[in-house]
């Protein structure tokens, strides 16, 4: 790899690596540590192409959702098996990698816009700007953008755009499915929402129990699903559509307490 070597949005990959490194080495802990991710799913990663695939999660934080991400995929790809031990799979990072991102969001501060140069794909919100409610039309360009990110490697989305759980999808993620016909990866976090702040930068609470499950690929019909089927295979997918929502019995509440209790030092 040249020194000065760039990805298709201009960023220098040399530099993009050290970032990934140093911004790994200082997030481990906040995964294995304060608290340990719990796994499920790897082998899923290590039989994925190198480029053209789409990953898809439910949101609970602004940063720490991709961070983990970050972690985990490359993890995988260097052969750990649902596990994030020894950072030192990041030594040799999977640079091709990209998060859709609110454009205001990653312009809001100096970290925010480190993040972004590691692998932000910025889009405009066409529902909401400055805290506000809005309606406005989808940019190309943005489309474009990401379908850019596919043709070079890996992009993660959040299809509800909000860390709010069980909000509606977004038709858009179905839109760019049918157009661009990734390999689409669904992925299901829980636990950050009660672990780390909303913005996930800070440490809330320690010894939460955090999960991470990466599902098999979707089998999509590109060119014969309507983009309501697509919204509706993605809402379950990752265990957002409304029948998810249900009243959890005290006993399952008491089993994941005790749960809890044990991974306690």
Known sequence: MGLFKRNPFGHILFIKKWLIRILGALTHRRFRGFNELQIEGSDVIKNLPDTHVLFISNHQTYFADVIAMFHVFNASLS??????????????????????????????????????????????????????????????SDISNIGKALDDGWVVTFPQGTTTPFKPIRKGTAHIIKRYKPVVVPIVIDGFRRSFDKKGLRVKKKNVYQSFEIKEPLQIDYENESIAEIVEKIEYAIEQHPSFLKVIPQKELEEKEALNKKREW
């Open 79 to 140: 052969g750990r098996l649902d596990n994030i031990k020894n950072v030192g799979y990041l030594w040799n990072p999977k640079l091709n990698m990209y998060y859709v991102a609110a454009k205001e969001t990653m312009k809001s501060g100096l970290l925010p816009k480190i993040l972004a140069y590691v692998g932000s794909v910025s889009i405009e919100r066409t529902w909401r700007a400055e805290g506000k409610d809005v309606n406005r039309q989808v940019k190309m």
